[in-house]
């Protein structure tokens, strides 16, 4: 399959953003179930490519993602093949985590970013939190795109019934 190549394990990953960062290259990170990718997904990960010189991403294994009964749709090979496939995506990982706090001590990322409908601290999930404060502790900056936003939940739901 084409852009395999672009798909590493979590610990080969912080390998070549350590590499990119000895050259003085900036790095995003980008976390996420991407279960079903979709038009929000696709602004979203350019719209953080174009904050640095490289773009990594991680997807959430399949045994700590909550969706609920019936998620992910697609396992983890197929979502992490799937970002990938995406011009804008340097490198993709399986992480190895719950929650992209480890990743991003491992990765120390100069920018985490996240979708728009997590800017309002209100909207901030019991995940992100510590997220944030890993990437401050890390001496990265969190960043929120302001792209389409939509729901992989809500478009399953809609089309494919109750997931």
């Known amino acids: 399959m084409p852009n395999t190549h672009k798909i590493l394990p979590i610990n080969a990953l912080a390998e070549k953003v350590a590499a990119f960062r000895k050259k003085g290259k900036t790095v995003v990170l980008c976390h996420g ?15 953080a490519r174009r904050l640095a010189d490289a773009l990594v991403v991680t997807v959430t294994p399949d045994r700590f993602v909550d969706k609920g009964p019936g998620r992910p749709a697609f396992p983890e090979q ?12 340097d490198y993709a990982a399986v992480n190895r985590w719950p929650t992209a706090v480890e990743t ?22 019991d995940k992100l939190r510590p997220e944030i404060e890993a990437v401050r502790e890390a001496g990265g900056e969190m960043v ?4 389409f936003v939509s729901s992989s939940s809500a478009l399953l739901r809609k089309h494919f019934g109750a997931l």
Do not use: W
């Open 144 to 147: 929120f795109t302001h792209e």
């Open 33 to 47: 179930v991407f279960d079903l990718m979709h038009p929000g997904h696709i602004k979203h990960l350019q719209a």
């Open 104 to 125: 991003i001590r491992l990765l120390r990322p100069d920018f985490y970013v996240k979708g728009q409908e997590f800017e309002q601290p209100e909207n901030r999930t």
């Open 78 to 89: 197929l979502r992490v093949e799937s970002i990938a496939a995406l011009e804008c995506v």
